[in-house]
Every structure is written in C-alpha cells, then in structure tokens.
C-alpha cells in the first residue's frame, strides 16, 4: 500500500463544556485517523510539540506504530514528561485508526481481538454531599448502572476557592456512610478525593467510615511519592483506584509492582496510546489489577478506551461522563459524525474499521480555543492547597 504519514493537525477547540485536543493525522492515501490528546488546560503547550514532531513523522510508514513510539520518546535528550507522552498518546491513537482503516477491521483487532462483548461503564453523581447525591444514585441503580462514583464535599463554607480537607472529610464520610445505609451491599460504590488530602487525612477519612461504606477510594493523595501511598496502604483495607495523571509506563510501576493501587486509572491520553496502555494492562494483569480507565474527554478518548476494554482480560468499568447524572455534552453530533454512545450502562464494542469515530473537521476550524484554568483552591488561612 506505501502509505506514509503527510501532514498531524492538532485542534485544541472548546466543545460542550471543555477544551478537547483533537488530532488528525493525514497520509499519501485516501486515509487518516484521529487521535486525542489529555493534558487538560496544557492544551496549548502539547499542540506546540505535535507540530514539531511532525517534522520529522512526515514520510514514515503509519504501520510502524511501537517503532514510532519508541522513536518520539527515546531519540532526544529530554525524553518523556507529561507533554510529550500527552502529544505520543494522540499520535499512538491516530497511527491505530489508519492501520486499522487500512487492513478494514476494528482497532481492537490489532491489540489482541475481541474478549468481550461491551464494556461496563461507572457513572458519578457529581453533586455535593447530601441528599440529592442518593436520589441521583438510586435513579442510576433502577437504570441498571452496577457501579457508582460519589463526589466529596469540596468547599464546605460554600466559597469558590477555600477547601478545608478535614472540614470536608468528615461531611463527606458521613454521607457516604447513608448512601451506603440507603443504597444497599450490591452496588459498587467509590469516592474521589482528587488527591486532595495528606496521608494523615486519608486515614482519618478512612477511619470514620463503616469497613464495606465505599468499595474503591480514587487518589486520596498526591502521586509523586509512592512510598507516602504505601505508608497510607498500610493504615486502610478500602482499595485505590489510582493513575489517571500517569504519563507512562515507568509511573505505573511501583504502584504495581508494590500492589500499592487496586484498581489502574489509566488514561489513554495521556499514558502514551495504545501501545503503553497495553504493556501497563498487562503487568497489572500479572498483579490481579482490574483496569478502571479515566475518560473526561470526548468521543476520541472514549472510542480508544472502548477498544482496549474490549482486547484486555483485565477490566472493570470505564468511566462514563455523557450518562443520566451528568449530560456534559462533550459527544456533539454534528461535530462528531459517527461515535460509541453508551446504551444503558455500557458501550457497545463497534465493529467499524478504525476507531469507529469522525469528526467533521470543517466545523473544528471554525470553534475556538478557550482559555481554561483551575480554581486556584486554598486553606482559610490563605495558604494554597490541591485542586
Ligand atoms: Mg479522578
């Protein structure tokens, strides 16, 4: 076939309720693949090295995608970092729609086949603690939803920007011990804490609830040091569900190897594509770790997340953000002109070649790029603490 890559377009452009860095990678044939890139509110500095990384991917062969890999990431001094894995993780994912498109089968056929028949999806409630979380949760159950992730108080003076951890930790401890009074055992029930407490905190948090309250617990704490998450594994039995941040392979590791997490968070966006996606799947495989994938995204990411839930033996629940509690409206359809849609609580394994995704890319050219920052959170003493 000779294909060889043409042109990679980055469109970093605000859809539903966020930026989305969506990526186009051209070749010599009549066919391209999409990709998506997840370092959200850095949009700007990963569109700036995919375009330098074009540079030299234009003219190589599409089909080439673990050489490729290897090339962006080890041929420079500086190799690695949250930018340049966000860029690979696009490209990865586009070079997997063109081979796929190319060869005419689904993407799940070039990582190993198809071991499932759809993948189940988690739903958050994304309300505040209290009670409109356990009705949100209750009309999720009767909608057959089996797993549901709670929210933890966030600002307990209602302010926009003070987070008090201990305030919020024990408010938040409170309810998630009545929904699991009210909800019953079978429903599978976690909490994220955006790694916003200390390893002191998380223990408190963890304390102040019935053992069986919450099933997984995602990032009680900041990630950088491993050592704090073990200490922190040593004082709870509730399971972590942590790595949505990680931008490698190299990170996973001894959260894995040091059975430190439970459940992997792994973000295909960001982690490096399919192809650092699978070598992760499979060590976690080796550990008893159930893949439970972040999806904040849009339609790309959900599409390559779909597909590695469908090819790995190792998988939970794919977070879902477009579901009866949250209509975030990332999913447009005239932007997206073909996409994986949930049906009830799961999305079906499309069959289409490629990704099974589109993008009508003459109404990307025209949306624009919206400047984005988080809320600057901080302590009532002025002092800054974790989004
Ligand atoms: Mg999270």
């Not at 330098?52 to 890999?69: A, M, Q, S, T, V």
């Not at 609830?209 to 509730?238: A, W």
């Not at 190792?314 to 477009?322: D, K, Q, T, V, Y």
Request: net charge negative; hydrophobic share 40%.
């Amino acid at each position: 076939m000779d294909l060889k890559i043409k042109s990679i377009k980055a469109y970093p452009v605000w859809i539903g309720h966020r930026n989305q860095l969506l990526v186009k990678i051209e070749t010599n044939k009549d066919i391209y693949g999409w990709g998506e890139s997840g370092l959200s509110s850095r949009e700007l500095a990963v569109k700036s090295i995919l375009l330098h990384f074009e540079n030299f991917l234009k003219g190589k062969d599409p089909f080439k995608i673990g050489r490729i890999w290897q090339e962006i990431y080890r041929s420079q001094y500086f190799e690695g970092g949250r930018v340049i894995t966000a860029a690979m993780s696009a490209i990865d994912i586009a070079l997997h729609d063109i081979k796929a498109k190319a060869l005419n089968v689904p993407v799940y056929e070039l990582i190993g086949g198809k071991q499932r028949d759809f993948v189940p999806a988690f739903a958050s409630t994304a309300v505040p603690p209290g009670e409109r979380m356990i009705d949100l949760s209750k009309e999720l159950i009767e909608k057959d939803w089996k797993c549901i992730r709670l929210s933890p108080s966030q600002k307990p003076d209602h302010s926009e920007i003070i987070y008090e951890p201990r305030e919020a930790l024990s408010e938040t401890a409170e309810w998630l011990t009545k929904a699991r009074a009210e909800l019953g055992n079978e429903i599978v029930l976690g909490v994220d804490m955006h790694h916003r407490l200390n390893v002191a905190e998380a223990a408190s948090f963890c304390n102040k609830m019935p053992p069986g309250t919450i099933d997984f617990l995602e990032e009680p704490i900041r990630d950088e040091n491993p050592t704090s998450y073990q200490s922190l594994r040593r004082m709870t039995s509730i399971p972590f569900a942590i790595g949505e941040e990680f931008a490698s392979k190299w990170q996973f590791l001894p959260y894995i190897e040091n059975d430190i997490t439970q459940f992997a968070r792994l973000d295909i966006c960001n982690v490096g594509g399919f192809t650092e996606s699978l070598k992760v799947a499979g060590w976690c495989e080796a550990h008893y770790i159930d893949l439970m994938p972040h999806n904040p995204l849009g339609p790309i990411c959900t599409a390559a997340s779909v597909h590695l839930g469908a090819a790995i033996p190792n998988f939970s629940w794919l977070e879902a953000r477009n579901t009866p509690s949250e209509k975030l409206g990332s999913d447009n359809d005239d932007i997206f002109t073909q996409q994986v849609k949930l049906k009830g609580a799961m999305y079906p394994v499309p069959s289409t070649p490629g990704l099974g995704v589109d993008v009508n890319e003459e109404i990307i050219k025209e949306l624009e790029f919206k400047y984005w920052e988080a809320t600057h959170l901080q302590r009532t003493d002025g002092s800054i603490t974790n989004w």
